[in-house]
């Protein structure tokens, strides 16, 4: 009879959760029988397991060494902790590595959670499913073909997993902990930063990539032609419109010549070297089909290299190579490639290899190549015989620390000659470390959206930090592109104290989103929305607004449970209360302590530089207070709470009601803040509760909004604010 493990349920939490500050997959298990059945107990368990996924290794688990986990499987372990485990094995080799998982009962017997860091949520979700079916078969003794489940999430990792270029630029946000939104599933369109401080890319190309530039530098002989009357060394050439028109221009400018369209990238359609009518009609039929007009221009000998150039510097610099084959007199041009060059481990399909697999006859410049030489895919070279393969499109080769400063300055200016603010310089040259002029080279392109691949994983040389150049670029040094986010949860009147904060952010002139209860807000005017967005949804479409410069945004703690937060880190963090748990079963959160883990999540997530504004009213809630990175205000409706003295003798601020007035004790001075008797504030009060006005008033401070403000705010916000 086959082991069976029940996938109960498999959900993507999105943003900060009550496991980990990242993005998670958490799925619900039922092992069934095997609760009874430790991995020590099963024969041949661990053998299969380790010759299956030898990499199993290096998981430390709570050993916290190499080997860990593989001791915890010989001493006995359970089957969702092994899944746990296989799934983290699956994506490191499937290229998405991943770090965190954790797995732990629930209080249903056989019933465990399973979290692990989910980078790719489609990605994650078919590891954890060919997890379950790998470890079925260890334990039935089946055979399963680990190679085509890496094969299949690999596909999958091209699929929709970020490409390398836009990863390396996201890592480096990261890094330098920027915020990111990724704002289409499956594509390198990426928001960094929030509301009104966000920049987005698209690979590598920003928001501040001109249109005009891009145009520009898709027309080669209008980039040729500006290059030069701005001093820019560039081959002399022109637009042609038929074989007979380009070999007049070619006999015009001398051969040899090259040919190539006038708008492709990536050296699609080029032909270097052309020395004969036959070669230049050849050419010109391939650079026709890549293109919409053909060009002709001077051949420059030397090597072709590839420039990068950001924020009017460059920061990386590759050298091309030559493919070649040498024949034996045996095997056909097609069997060499394969033997000589596509054997060569950097080259491969997916993006994450430097160099191309190359295909025949489908690489139409090799096939081009080749006839020059008299040679088909199917001919056999004479033995010893050495055959030019590929001439472009190889950049191989780190030369950062080379690159002369005279070709460093002429590529800067190419760059703003076009005016790309991320450009990748095109330049043919005997040495790069010596001046263009001297040796004659030229610039021969200025490419929009270059690949930072070539930088990233040179086949030789060491890798470039491209991606901190670019995020540098556009997010100067202590620069960190966030906007003030005021999180609120729990669940006593959160809606409320959201839209209080927002409308006291709204009177202190900050243009303020408000997402509470499903529902948006921009300045305090509700905004249409399509449908019902979920409290993630809603948080999210708050920080994707350009025109917000503070945001507040309720979370309840089904939305964490069930989503996670909608944003990475919040400056002020507002947690009404800590009850015990009710309507959670389906989360199994049953008691208090569980609720608590919960709820944590608002507390951890606030910055250093932040404040956590806790009710002290409710024991487990001011609990928190330790959970926090940065200050912490409490608030009571009792001026004689037991933690007052203390919380201020410590430094923190207090909110409370005190003879007759709303009132924040710090160090040894009480201020009044707002009258209590005032109409506006009783009608508040009464509408709300005298809870909610206090956790608004205690995140107004933090935010080191005025007391004047604050007590305008609240003595006429039963009247002004909508929804309350």
């Not at 609720?595 to 409710?618: I, S, Y």
Request: net charge negative; with cysteine.
């Amino acid at each position: 009879m086959s082991t069976t493990i029940e996938i109960l349920r498999l959900r993507h939490l999105r943003g900060p959760n009550l496991w980990t500050y990242r993005a998670a997959l958490e799925a619900v298990l039922d092992i069934g029988a095997l609760e009874d059945r430790p991995s020590n107990t099963i024969e041949g368990l661990y053998e299969r397991l380790t010759a299956w996924l030898p990499g199993l290794i290096e998981h430390h688990c709570g050993v916290g060494e190499r080997g860990g986990f593989l001791q915890r499987l010989r001493e006995g372990t359970w089957a969702g902790h092994i899944m746990e485990h296989i799934a983290i094995e699956l994506l490191n080799l499937a290229g998405l590595p991943t770090g965190f998982g954790q797995t732990r009962s629930t209080d249903q017997r056989g019933v465990y959670k399973l979290v692990i860091r989910a980078r790719q949520w489609e990605v994650a979700r078919q590891a954890v499913l060919d997890a379950r079916d790998l470890l079925c078969a260890a334990i039935d003794g089946r055979a399963y073909d680990v190679a085509a489940a890496v094969k299949q999430l690999k596909a999958l990792v091209d699929r929709w997993a970020l490409g390398p270029s836009t990863a390396a630029i996201v890592d480096a946000a990261t890094a330098r902990r920027i915020p990111h939104i990724r704002l289409i599933e499956g594509g390198n369109l990426v928001q960094l930063g929030y509301g009104a401080q966000l920049k987005r890319i698209w690979t590598a190309e920003t928001d501040r990539t001109s249109a005009i530039a891009e145009g520009i530098s898709r027309d080669k002989d209008l980039t040729k032609r500006l290059l030069a009357e701005c001093g820019v060394p560039v081959p002399e050439g022109r637009v042609v419109s038929s074989v007979d028109d380009a070999w007049d221009a070619a006999q015009d400018i001398g051969l040899p010549v090259v040919v190539k369209p006038t708008d492709a990238n990536h050296a699609r359609g080029v032909s270097l070297d052309v020395r004969t009518r036959e070669e230049l009609a050849a050419a010109y039929e391939l650079a026709e089909r890549e293109g919409s007009e053909v060009q002709v221009e001077r051949y420059i000998p030397g090597t072709e290299h590839r420039v990068l150039v950001v924020g009017g510097r460059m920061v990386a610099a590759s050298r091309g190579e030559c493919a070649w084959i040498t024949g034996d007199g045996v095997h056909t041009v097609r069997q060499l490639i394969e033997r000589d060059i596509n054997s060569d481990p950097r080259r491969g399909e997916e993006e994450e290899y430097p160099l191309d697999t190359i295909r025949l006859p489908e690489n139409r410049d090799v096939m081009l190549e080749l006839r020059r030489q008299g040679l088909e895919p199917d001919s056999v070279p004479a033995a010893g015989q050495r055959v030019l393969v590929q001439r472009t499109g190889l950049l191989t080769d780190d030369v950062t620390d080379l690159v002369h400063p005279d070709i460093a300055e002429l590529t800067a200016l190419a760059a703003r000659v076009v005016g790309l603010d991320i450009a990748g310089i095109d330049l043919v040259v005997q040495d790069i470390s010596r001046p263009m002029a001297e040796q004659g080279g030229a610039i021969v392109e200025v490419n929009a959206g270059p690949g930072l691949l070539p930088h990233l994983k040179p086949a030789n040389g060491k890798p470039r930090p491209v991606g901190e150049a670019i995020v540098a670029h556009l997010f100067p040094p202590g620069v960190a592109g966030r906007i003030p986010i005021v999180g609120v949860s729990g669940t006593r009147a959160t809606a409320a104290v959201a839209r209080l904060i927002g409308w006291l952010l709204h009177r202190a002139n900050l243009a303020t989103g408000v997402a509470c209860e499903g529902r948006l807000y921009l300045n305090m005017q509700p905004v249409p929305t399509a449908g019902a967005p979920s409290a993630w949804e809603a948080g999210q479409r708050v920080l994707m607004n350009r025109c917000v410069q503070a945001a507040v945004i309720e979370s309840s703690p089904r939305s964490i449970l069930d989503e996670g937060l909608a944003y990475d880190r919040c400056l002020i963090g507002v947690v009404t209360d800590v009850p015990v748990p009710q309507g959670l079963h389906d989360h199994y959160i049953t008691t208090q302590e569980q609720m608590r883990k919960v709820l944590r999540t608002q507390v951890d997530v606030v910055l250093p530089e932040g404040c956590a504004v806790l009710n002290a009213d409710c024991e487990v809630c001011a609990g928190l207070a330790e959970l926090s990175d940065g200050a912490v205000l409490l608030y009571s409706e009792r001026p004689d709470h037991l933690l007052r003295a203390e919380h201020v003798a410590q430094g923190g601020r207090f909110v409370t009601v005190e003879d007759g007035h709303v009132v924040v004790a710090q160090g040894g001075n009480v201020q009044p803040l707002v009258p209590v008797q005032h109409a506006g504030v009783q009608a508040l009060v009464q509408r709300v509760g005298l809870p909610a006005a206090l956790a608004a008033t205690g995140a107004a401070l933090a935010l080191e909004l005025s007391p004047e403000l604050i007590r305008a705010g609240l003595e006429v916000a039963a009247a002004e604010v909508p929804d309350l």
